[in-house]
């Protein structure tokens, strides 16, 4: 089945320090790829839409200088979390969806980051 | 735009007991597809099913089942026998055609299946 390996796994780092989350789809190409942020005891929140070689969609309310995504191919895109307080402490996801199959078609889920900011 | 409701935020079972899930949405559109997806306490999402609008059957999956009512818009999951390892956080997603064109999660049913 598909896979998505999210990297790293978990972070524990001093404020004002700027973390990179990587998503990778290892075997399969993703043209289109979600990055989610999840608070405790929460839902996920979808925060942006990243696709191939293009700028990412953010959500409303979600800073894109505050959270840079980068996806420079077919297999791998990047969330930065610049400059991070305790506020972005929160486990974050992302997920892809596979190129050539429906948007309907469920996506494949990373297993997630846990972030938290000292 | 889509909207969904699991009403139950918490639920807790003894094992071997039955339990189920509701899920009750909101939609705009004719043709939709709806999602059901577990979170065990390690953190990451498994896909469990997905419906779309067409198909009104009942699904049975092992010990999983769905119940889609168009009528009442819910789609009710229904673990049989459950067991600890069923203990985890639920979520009901939608798929949003509108907007995002992306999956809309609910706020998630804590499941707690007591050995």
């Known amino acids: 089945g598909a896979v998505v390996s999210q990297h790293p796994s978990w972070v524990i780092c001093k404020s004002g320090t700027s973390v990179k989350i990587e998503c990778r789809s290892l075997?399969?190409?993703?043209?289109?790829m979600f990055w989610y942020r999840q608070f405790p005891k929460q839902s996920l929140m979808l925060m942006a839409t990243?696709?191939?070689?293009?700028?990412?969609?953010?959500e409303q309310g979600v800073e894109k200088d505050k959270f840079l995504i980068n996806h420079a191919s077919l297999t791998l895109s990047t969330l930065t979390v610049t400059s991070a307080h305790p506020e972005d402490s929160s486990f974050y996801i992302c997920s892809a969806r596979e190129r050539g199959r429906g948007s309907n078609q469920p996506q494949h889920f990373g297993d997630g980051t846990r972030l938290s900011i000292l | 735009a889509q909207k969904v409701t699991q009403v139950q935020t918490e639920i807790s079972v003894v094992e071997k007991e039955d339990v189920t899930l509701d899920c009750v949405y909101e939609t705009r559109d004719t043709t939709y597809y709806l999602f059901w997806y577990k979170q065990p306490p390690s953190g990451e999402l498994v896909f469990l099913i997905r419906r779309n609008s067409f198909d009104e059957q009942n699904e049975i999956s092992g010990r999983y089942s769905w119940n889609f009512q168009k009528s009442t818009s819910s789609f009710n999951f229904t673990i049989t026998a459950s067991q600890v390892v069923d203990s985890a956080v639920y979520f009901c997603?939608?798929?949003?055609?509108?907007?995002?064109?992306?999956?809309?999660f609910g706020t998630g049913t804590r499941l707690t299946v007591i050995p």
């Open positions: 075997d399969f190409q993703a043209t289109t």
């Open positions: 997603a939608p798929y949003d055609q509108t907007g995002a064109n992306n999956l809309f």
């Open positions: 990243s696709n191939e070689g293009s700028k990412a969609t953010y």
